[in-house]
């Protein structure tokens, strides 16, 4: 292995990693992967990764052009599942597979419940829906109408949603809806019932225009599209990545706003707030948030969500990142990461040591 930029700012308790070169192990099938939009892991510590195998141009994926450009390459999947060693167990979903119903045109994000069951959101212009499926790709549950938005207030309709948390003991699933709307929406997770919706600082969300990002501006009290990212912590809060304003904020399962903190606050363009992964410490001490536009991954402390460290920087070498999107842990305390657009690829990352 080797080792890959590790913390800009320390103390004696930040986690330091060192990037795996070796993980995942070669794809089979001549398959590729296009650009690694979700990463989640499940109980038995299997990684599972959603792409866009769209996203190849027709050199990466030459081996399927008509004629065949190249020997290689073949797209993946868009569901793939890996064991913890990085060999493939399984995979399906997207745009080739016969034995999917319908398949949405951009996929974005991937969780995988306390069943075992595989949770999908869709960003597409016709992708209003959240899909629930066994972990062998069986359709469960489909939540939002197809090729239908209704706004930010709609109880029934979704708009791009971008990522999605299972709650097991409220058997309730939260979705950063996202794209096109700004709200959190709550759903039952075998039903699919509305429950409940939210917006910044738990107000109503509206859909109005909102004056371009200044980091020296008024705060805004409205979540930016794209409202990126949820996860629920072990202390039973909502974390949300509003990514365009460069902040987080958390809540009350009710919605119930709690605080919020700035991250990266003269960041423009994409926004500093991608995604949220959890340190494996029964106090879950750190917060690890992938960050896009600056490429790297930030190392917060979750009691006050302040920067302690960092790791990463743009490039395409092992350890570095291209639009690094998504972030995972597994019970061992590695984290994984998915990158787009320049990326398309999946890395993992080994803690190191304390410092």
């Known amino acids: 292995m080797t080792e890959a930029v590790i913390n800009e700012r320390t103390t004696a308790s930040v986690p330091a990693f060192q990037v795996d070169p070796y993980w995942p192990k070669p794809l089979p099938n001549n398959w590729i992967l296009g650009q690694v939009s979700g990463v989640a ?3 038995r510590d299997h990684v599972w990764a959603i792409h866009r195998p769209r996203s190849l141009t027709d050199r990466e994926a030459g081996a399927v052009q008509d004629p065949p450009l190249s020997e290689c390459c073949v797209p993946a999947p868009s569901v793939i599942e ?3 060693d990085g060999n493939v167990v399984q995979a399906w979903g997207g745009p080739n597979d016969a034995n999917q119903e319908r398949w949405p045109q951009t996929e974005h994000g991937l969780f995988i419940d306390s069943d075992g069951n595989v949770w999908n959101t869709f960003i597409g212009g016709d992708d209003q829906v959240v899909l629930k499926s066994t972990p062998d790709g069986k359709r469960l549950l489909t939540i939002g109408e197809w090729g239908t938005t209704k ?3 709609d109880p029934t309709t979704l708009g791009q949603p971008a990522d999605i948390a299972v709650d097991p003991v409220a058997s309730e699933v939260y979705v950063a809806d ?5 709200r959190i929406v709550v759903f039952d997770s075998k039903t699919g019932a509305y429950k409940r919706h939210w917006g910044a600082y738990g107000e109503r969300p509206h859909d109005d225009e909102l004056p371009p990002y200044d980091p020296d501006g008024q705060v805004v009290r409205s979540f930016r599209r794209p409202m990126h990212a949820v996860v629920i912590g072990e202390d039973g809060l909502v974390y949300t990545a509003d990514r365009i304003n460069n902040r987080i904020q958390v809540f009350q399962k009710s919605g119930q706003f709690v605080k919020e903190e700035f991250l990266a606050t003269r960041t423009l363009a994409m926004g500093a707030v991608w995604d949220f992964a959890f340190s494996v410490d029964p106090g879950q001490t750190h917060v690890f948030v992938p960050d896009g536009t600056n490429q790297k991954v930030w190392i917060l402390t979750r009691e006050d969500l302040k920067p302690v460290g960092a790791f990463g ?3 395409r070498m092992a ?3 291209g639009w690094v999107h998504s972030i995972a842990a597994d019970s061992m305390g590695n984290l994984y990461t998915g990158e ?3 990326g398309k690829r999946l890395q993992r990352f080994v803690p190191l040591r304390a410092r």
């Open 319 to 321: 350890g570095y990142f």
């Open 41 to 43: 892991v499940d109980a």
């Open 151 to 153: 706004g930010s207030n």
């Open 313 to 315: 920087r743009g490039g």
């Open 82 to 84: 890996f064991d913890p």
């Open 178 to 182: 996202g794209y096109g709307n700004r």
């Open 340 to 342: 787009v657009e320049t």
